[in-house]
């Protein structure tokens, strides 16, 4: 394997992590690669929001969860709103594991690669995060958890326009107890050759 190969088979999915934060200068590097990736029509629509502050990404990690779970399971969950009291005493875990470092990207609502554009963002952040040991994963949205309440006002403070959206994540930090072993994955079926 080439190193670029190498590098690919070693991310894996980070679920637990410690909490050192990463230095800056790999925080930097990891991020601009981030803007390197491919994005459709190169539009360059994705805003990336890098939360290194422990509090709003717990926050945002359980919110995520549990507007996951009403997503899921919606006779299960009432209300879909939650309060700040709710919102605490949930017996969920955050879907951000703990990660020290959570990497929010919002795009443009009505455009129609806006999740393209941001899960091969995300992949590309975590394989630039992998080249300097830094362990990653993807984060999905299944539905829009920041269309709470509670929520609105963080985008308010970030900043991030009316008409954009959260469209994946990807979490940043060092491994609890290592990498997960590399592995290519072998559930695929045989691509098939034409020549
Ligand atoms: C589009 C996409 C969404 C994903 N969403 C989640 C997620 O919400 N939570 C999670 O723990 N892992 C998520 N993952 C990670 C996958 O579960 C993981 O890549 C898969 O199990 C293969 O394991 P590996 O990444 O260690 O090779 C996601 C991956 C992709 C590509």
């Known amino acids: 394997m ?5 590098n690919m ?15 800056e200068d790999i925080l930097k590097q990891i991020i601009e690669a981030g803007y390197m990736s491919p994005n459709a029509g190169n539009k360059q629509l994705l805003r990336m929001v890098v939360c290194e ?10 919110l995520r969860k549990l507007v996951t779970k009403k997503f899921w399971w919606p006779e299960e969950n009432e209300p879909f709103e939650f309060s700040d009291e709710e919102l605490d005493s ?11 470092c959570v990497v929010y ?11 393209g554009d941001a899960y091969i963002m995300a992949n590309d952040l975590c394989l ?7 362990g990653s994963c993807v984060i999905s949205i299944p539905t829009d958890y920041f269309l709470v ?16 959206s959260i469209r994946a994540h990807a979490i940043l930090g060092y491994p609890e107890g290592g990498f997960p072993e590399a592995k290519v994955h072998d559930l695929y079926a045989e691509p098939l050759y034409i020549k």
């Open 105 to 115: 990207l919002f795009s443009k609502k009505d455009f129609e690669f806006a999740d």
């Open 128 to 134: 630039a995060a992998r080249s300097f040991d830094v």
């Open 53 to 62: 502050n422990k509090e709003i990404n717990d926050r945002l990690g359980r």
């Open 149 to 164: 309440d509670s929520a609105k006002e963080i985008l308010a403070a970030w900043g991030i326009p009316e008409d954009y």
């Open 9 to 23: 088979a070693d991310r894996r999915s980070v679920r637990k992590y410690t909490d050192r934060q990463l230095p």
């Open 90 to 100: 949930a017996d969920v875990e955050s879907s951000f594991y703990g990660a020290p």
């Open 2 to 6: 080439n190193e670029v190969i190498q």
